[in-house]
């Protein structure tokens, strides 16, 4: 059964820092990873989608890495704001249950202005 | 385009009550799911479906039921709401082609239920 862990679980930095946010997952047989920020009281928006074949992928200050081989994915922000504080989660696409995603428990970000 | 659409945004229920919640899409996308997501976990996906007239289970069905007789909407129904069916529901949408090849899941901005 597909396990995904995001840590650290929470995470507060000062504004400008550079930061990761690390995601891992147990079966590396996945189509994609997404990452997902999630603002409080709101539904989830996608921030970058990475196909099993691919390494990274970026967006503005955003730069998602995957190693399938290890299980392992990475979300980096560069120069962060105090508008990038939010949950962010990462899901795997599966296969089974209809293309289902399976979710870590998430990040919760907070920037110190 | 209005994407994702759920209602209600919030509900309170007493125990043993039944309700349905709406979700509608505009992008004429073939997949839709449902998910609960409780505090401080990651979402689990409850049904999904691949297209009109076809629904099947996810992780955690009991106490729930689906349809999905067009396109556009996929309702979740709770039948005898029990205190721990509060949580919060997420529906979502994508386009997977027959390949398997698809595209994000676009999220709806979720239903708070309250089970009392």
């Known amino acids: 059964k597909q396990e995904v862990t995001q840590i650290p679980a929470a995470l507060s930095v000062p504004e400008g820092e550079n930061l990761v946010l690390n995601c891992s997952f147990t079966?590396?047989?996945?189509?994609?990873l997404q990452w997902f920020r999630q603002d409080p009281g709101k539904g989830l928006t996608s921030l970058l989608l990475i196909q099993s074949s691919q390494r990274e992928q970026t967006s503005g200050r955003l730069n998602a890495s995957l190693d399938k081989s290890s299980g392992r994915s990475t979300l980096y922000i560069a120069a962060s704001q105090p508008g990038d504080s939010a949950t962010y989660l990462c899901?795997?696409?599966?296969?089974?249950?209809?293309?289902?995603?399976?979710f870590g428990a998430g990040t919760i970000l907070r920037v110190k202005s | 385009n209005a994407g994702v659409t759920q209602t209600p945004k919030f509900r309170i229920l007493k125990i043993g009550q039944s309700m349905t919640l709406q979700c509608a899409q505009d992008?004429?996308?073939?997949?839709m799911y449902w998910y609960r997501q409780d505090p401080g976990m990651g979402l689990k996906l409850i049904y999904y479906s691949v297209g009109a007239g076809i629904t099947d289970k996810g992780e955690v069905p009991n106490g729930y039921n689906v349809s999905r007789s067009t396109t556009e909407d996929f309702p979740l129904r709770l039948e005898l709401a029990a205190p721990s069916q509060t949580s919060v529901y997420f529906c979502?949408?994508?386009?997977?082609?027959?390949?398997?090849?698809?595209?994000?899941?676009?999220f709806g901005p979720g239903t708070r239920l309250t089970v009392l």
């Open positions: 992008m004429n996308h073939n997949y």
């Open positions: 899901a795997v696409r599966e296969v089974e249950y209809g293309n289902k995603l399976v």
């Open positions: 979502a949408s994508s386009y997977i082609n027959l390949a398997g090849d698809g595209d994000t899941q676009y």
């Open positions: 079966d590396s047989a996945i189509y994609n």
